[in-house]
């Protein structure tokens, strides 16, 4: 079975600064990794994916995450936010090669961006 | 059409009344997925279909909620005898046939208030 943790159900950061929202995982099989957003209004966008290969996988927008197996953490970083950025920012983990591609969810991090 | 399309985009309803919620997915896509999603909730997942067949509908959460599929193509989900905690939005997602990747194409969501 699998789970995920958001950390923070809200990050509030200034413009240009660093962005961190933080996701950990639960899966009894190597899983695929997802960040999706959701702007104000909007359906659920992709942001990124890691599936298998390169750990450290970029996604639109400027942002990326780094998959790290022995932290089971998939965090999303962007490095210099933009009051665009503003959205609430969802982790979500999949079972894997050969899984029914059903998507587990975390409980989503909205960001604020302050000018 | 080029998206997911779900309609109604807006439903409010009252207490105790039946709703019909219904997801045209992207053209060929032979997988569907029904999430919910609520306040400080995240999102849940409801049920899924390959083709017409719902191999897994474990996140249903009472025998209220029921969806069909037919011609491997629109889905409906049916909200029997509404309750206010069924508010909530209401998102369809499909994928390509296959398990491949895991991306989800998600529709904008039907935004269901009961009264």
């Known amino acids: 079975a699998q789970s995920v943790t958001q950390l923070g159900s809200h990050v509030s950061v200034s413009e240009g600064a660093l962005v961190l929202l933080r996701c950990n995982y639960s899966s009894s099989v190597p899983p695929y990794l997802f960040w999706y957003v959701q702007y104000p209004n909007q359906g659920l966008q992709l942001l990124l994916k890691y599936t298998t290969g390169a750990t450290l996988v970029k996604g639109i927008n400027g942002f990326e995450a780094e998959f790290k197996k022995s932290e089971t953490s998939f965090h999303l970083t962007k490095p210099s936010a933009h009051m665009s950025d503003a959205a609430e920012y969802f982790c979500a983990v999949s079972g894997g090669s050969g899984n029914t591609g059903k998507l587990i969810f975390g409980q989503g991090t909205t960001l604020q961006v302050k000018p | 059409g080029a998206g997911v399309s779900q309609s109604p985009s807006n439903k409010v309803t009252e207490k105790g009344k039946d709703v019909e919620l219904r997801c045209d997915p992207i053209s060929g896509h032979t997988a569907l997925y029904w999430y919910r999603q609520s306040l400080?909730?995240?999102?849940?997942?409801?049920?899924?279909?390959?083709?017409n067949s719902a191999p897994d509908k474990s996140g249903l959460p009472s025998d209220r909620f029921s969806a069909e599929r037919t011609g491997g193509s629109v889905s409906t989900l049916t909200i029997q005898r509404t309750q206010q905690e069924d508010s909530a939005v209401y998102?369809?997602?499909?994928?390509?046939?296959?398990?491949?990747?895991?991306?989800?194409f998600f529709g904008e969501g039907s935004r269901l208030t009961v009264l």
Do not use: D, K, N, R
């Not at chain 2, 400080?40 to 083709?51: A, N, S």
């Not at chain 2, 998102?91 to 989800?104: W, Y």
């Open chain 2, 91 to 104: 998102l369809c997602a499909s994928i390509p046939g296959g398990l491949g990747t895991g991306e989800l």
């Open chain 2, 40 to 51: 400080g909730q995240g999102l849940e997942f409801l049920i899924y279909f390959q083709g």
